[in-house]
């Protein structure tokens, strides 16, 4: 049996992910995502009341095909939690490809446009950052209490500093014309991590550094 075609609604959401991204949302309009989805305009206002409601809708969805993705990834196989953290830049640095709009983030777009204009969509859009930071949090809290303990840093503080990387990097990206700056911003990052999480102690390093010829 082939699978149900996508609704008026799901085509529109769809429609918001890419034209945001390429244009920003300011920018997009009604008619063209009701063009984009191949629906008429009577459809979109069966569905969402604005273009505003369309966009927090849009937030979700969103952040509901990013979980499934990030759920699914490879990078949870390792037993070593910090091998899943470094795993998931790795992922995130592969998906740097294809067009702009492909692979940089809705929410970041929306939250740069909106965050004094649009209260409603700022909060959706922190709501769904927030979901997924919190995804990462069991990776960094298992890394932190295996390779630093003792530090003075939260989960939480790192969680939020990774994606400020990654928002970052998709800014760059967009302002480059392209992913090299993105690829690079993602290799600092994982180095960071590995001084983060120093896998042997400072005493064993010393050692091993007088040891080697």
């Known amino acids: 049996m082939s699978p149900a075609a996508p609704s008026a609604r799901t085509k529109l959401l769809d429609a918001a992910l890419h034209l945001v991204r390429a244009k920003g949302y300011a920018a997009t309009t009604v008619d063209e995502l009701c063009a984009e989805a191949g629906v008429t305009k009577g459809a979109f206002f069966h569905h969402f009341r604005s273009k505003d409601e369309l966009a927090i809708a849009a937030a979700r969805h969103f952040s509901?095909?990013?979980?499934?993705?990030?759920?699914?990834?490879p990078y949870h196989?390792?037993?070593?939690?910090?091998?899943?953290?470094?795993?998931?830049?790795?992922?995130?640095?592969?998906?740097?490809?294809?067009?702009?709009?492909?692979?940089?983030?809705?929410?970041?777009?929306?939250?740069?446009?909106?965050?004094d204009s649009h209260p409603p969509i700022r909060a959706a859009v922190?709501?769904?950052?927030?979901?997924?930071?919190?995804?990462?949090?069991?990776?960094?809290?298992?890394?932190?209490?295996?390779?630093?303990?003792?530090?003075?840093?939260?989960?939480?503080?790192?969680?939020?500093?990774?994606?400020?990387?990654l928002q970052g990097a998709f800014i760059f990206a967009k302002a480059r014309q392209g992913p090299e700056v993105a690829h690079e911003a993602l290799s600092h990052l994982r180095s960071y991590l590995l001084l983060l999480f120093p896998r042997t102690t400072p005493r064993a390093r010393a050692r091993k550094t007088k040891e080697t010829p």
Not at 64 to 73: D, N, R, V
Not at 99 to 105: F, G, I, N, P
Not at 128 to 155: M, N, Q
Request: glycine content about 8%.
């Open 64 to 73: 509901e095909m990013a979980q499934g993705l990030f759920t699914t990834a």
């Open 126 to 165: 922190e709501r769904e950052l927030a979901v997924h930071i919190e995804g990462l949090l069991p990776d960094i809290r298992a890394a932190k209490k295996r390779y630093a303990p003792r530090a003075a840093w939260t989960p939480e503080s790192l969680g939020y500093f990774i994606q400020s990387v």
């Open 77 to 115: 196989a390792p037993e070593d939690p910090l091998e899943r953290l470094l795993g998931y830049v790795d992922f995130r640095d592969a998906l740097l490809g294809g067009e702009l709009a492909d692979y940089t983030c809705l929410l970041g777009t929306l939250a740069q446009e909106t965050y």
